[in-house]
């Protein structure tokens, strides 16, 4: 008997090594961060192939603002020349397209146009595209915990109610399902304050692979990785079986 390959509903990707493939080739960082937006929509593409429910992509950290100004201005016209590109394939695509992490820091054209974007896809159910900008796991906690005291302070919430689930409901993407796979390619083994809380059960999949190169052959090879580990949840490994068969 055959069963369906497992398919992870939520995939997490940090899209790590544009830098350095652009180094390879003795071009500015700028032309591999350029170079990625292939691999975005190859990994879209997998996405609504495999069915997978929602995409989360790392595109620009809390911590990213250090790097030099003239790295931070090239990605910041990436990001509007992507979102007038892309935007309409997208939609047709029937992608849902979000942006997370703290928008406010970003100036008014800029967050003008993630605006549109989202108000535009918002009805899309094929799938979930989740673009972390300013984004920090350290971030998404701290607005969770403001936004619970906030309650707390207007008396709509008791200190003592505040539990994992009414923390989690605050949090980014708490509406999708669950995290089940994040993938970081360029082979690092961190996870850069990426999504910290929600991926307390996350399947962990690294891969050399730089961001520019990877395509929807190294998605499908993830996804088949995925599904060959046992997801515990604490007990052990025949208490999982048992409850299968
Ligand atoms: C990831 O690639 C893209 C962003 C952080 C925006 P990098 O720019 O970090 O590439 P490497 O790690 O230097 O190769
Ligand atoms: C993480 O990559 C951020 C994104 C991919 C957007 P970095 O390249 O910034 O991470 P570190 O600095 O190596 O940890
Ligand atoms: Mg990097």
Redesign the pocket.
């Known amino acids: 008997m055959t069963s369906r390959p497992a398919i992870p509903r939520h995939i997490a990707i940090v ?7 652009a ?1 390879a080739r003795h071009r500015p ?1 700028s032309f ?2 350029n170079a ?1 937006r292939k691999a975005v929509r190859e990994v879209v593409e997998g996405c609504l192939r495999e069915g997978v429910e929602a995409l989360t992509l ?4 809390s911590e ?1 603002w250090r790097r030099p100004e003239e ?1 931070v201005g090239a ?1 910041m016209t990436l990001f509007v020349r992507a979102l007038d590109k892309e935007t309409d394939e997208l939609h047709a695509q029937g992608v849902r397209l979000r942006f997370v992490g703290d928008l406010a820091a970003f100036d008014q054209p800029l967050r003008e146009r993630m605006q549109a974007a989202m108000t535009r896809t918002t009805g899309n159910r094929k799938l979930h595209l989740n673009i972390a900008v300013n984004y920090g796991g350290r971030w998404d906690i701290v607005q969770a915990a403001r936004d619970a005291a906030a309650a707390v302070g207007r008396g709509e919430l008791r200190a003592e109610a505040i539990d994992e689930a009414v923390l989690g409901s605050r949090m980014c993407l708490a509406e999708l399902p669950p995290l089940d796979l994040f993938i970081r390619t ?1 082979g ?1 083994c961190r996870l850069s304050n990426f999504l910290l809380w929600q991926a307390a059960y996350a399947e962990l999949h690294f891969t050399d692979t ?2 520019p190169d990877f395509d929807q052959a190294s998605l499908h090879r993830a996804i088949e990785d995925y599904g060959r580990r046992e997801r515990r949840y604490g007990r052990t490994g025949d208490q999982v079986a048992t409850d299968k068969g």
């Open positions: 899209m790590d090594g544009n830098g350095r493939w180094k960082r591999g961060h990625g790392f595109a620009f950290s990213n790295e990605l360029g690092e730089l961001w």
